[in-house]
């Protein structure tokens, strides 16, 4: 009999590819999309359109307890990634309320529905690198004090120490991701990795003829959400639950990020760049590097793809993306 899996947040860039690997690894995949989502498949499930007679839709929303509760007493489910969060930080500044409910409660209400209705299920907390924040230590480790700086890494730290009370409380087999940035082709375009691939190609192809950006100094740890949703599903083969910091270990800067895209496709930026104030964050998180020696250690786990591939596969991506639509071809159709 097929394992069964929840997966929350299934339309997004990690839930595509983790429920990619979930089939290949023979998983009744069940995933969580908001009613509005099949009102508008081609728009907001455009990532898993390949995967659609393959997993199960469940219509429910993260701000109602009831409808998650009636999912998971449906399903109960073996196994449970909770990824599904409002993730943009830049946009956690401008609606911190609805950030920090959804975030918080929404994890809060999946937590409280496998307590009651499936004990035996693991879970899976994205928790995020933004908790760090302001850090006294680079890079960050499972031990290093967290001091958010955005409603996003306040939410992301309030659910990781909810996961791990009902952990301990419980004893419920629940992990909590420290995952660092990362990206792909199907990231979304609001953050600033897809929208240096983007431009890149819109310019190349003559579509626009410049690039909007705040803060180039800040350094972030990339790695390919390929490789980080291996990380989610190693946690949960454990024998016994823990948390865990996913990263590469390197960091690069968006002015490095953004060079090595136009630079990929014979362009100069420094032709195309205006800097923006508006795009600057409220409070800055400098440097995020991360120290992922405990996953390498305990689930042998190590990322395979490197910074330089990824943005090539980004902006290559994108090229493909922007030169079907400007001839009128679905742009699904090239992820």
């Not at 899996?5 to 860039?13: A, E, K, S």
């Not at 401008?94 to 920090?100: H, K, L, M, N």
């Not at 350094?219 to 910091?245: C, F, I, K, N, T």
């Amino acid at each position: 009999m097929k394992r069964k899996v929840l997966v929350t947040g299934i339309t997004g860039q990690d839930g595509s590819y983790l429920s990619e690997l979930l089939l290949e690894k023979g998983y009744e995949v069940h995933g969580i999309v908001r009613r509005v989502a099949l009102e508008d498949p081609q728009t907001r499930m455009w990532r898993i359109q390949h995967l659609l007679d393959k997993v199960i839709i469940h219509c429910a929303s993260m701000e109602s307890y009831a409808s998650i509760f009636n999912v998971i007493s449906e399903i109960k489910p073996d196994e449970c990634y909770h990824l599904a969060a409002q993730s943009f930080v830049s946009y956690s500044f401008e609606d911190e309320f609805s950030t920090i409910d959804i975030n918080l409660n929404g994890t809060h209400y999946v937590l409280s529905a496998i307590k009651r209705q499936a004990p035996e299920c693991r879970l899976y907390f994205a928790a995020s690198s933004e908790m760090f924040g302001h850090a006294r230590e680079t890079p960050q480790n499972e031990n290093t004090p967290f001091h958010p700086r955005s409603p996003y890494g306040i939410s992301k730290m309030a659910g990781f120490e909810l996961t791990r009370n009902y952990r301990e409380s419980y004893g419920l087999f629940v992990v909590s991701g420290i995952l660092f940035n990362h990206e792909s082709p199907r990231r979304g375009a609001e953050f600033v990795t897809r929208k240096i691939s983007s431009a890149a190609a819109k310019i190349k192809l003559g579509l626009e003829k410049e690039i909007r950006l705040g803060n180039l100094d800040a350094r972030r740890d990339w790695g390919h959400s390929r490789d980080y949703v291996q990380a989610m599903w190693l946690m949960l083969q454990q024998d016994e639950p823990d948390d865990y910091v996913i990263a590469t270990g390197e960091s690069y800067s968006v002015k490095e990020f953004l060079k090595e895209a136009f630079s990929y496709i014979g362009l100069d930026y420094n032709n195309y760049l205006v800097i923006d104030k508006e795009l600057y964050r409220p409070a800055e998180v400098h440097i995020l590097r991360g120290d992922s020696s405990k996953a390498r250690r305990k689930l042998s786990w190590a990322p395979t793809v490197s910074f330089k591939e990824m943005v090539r596969e980004m902006v290559d991506s994108d090229l493909k993306r922007y030169s079907a639509l400007k001839n009128g071809i679905p742009f699904s159709k090239y992820v």
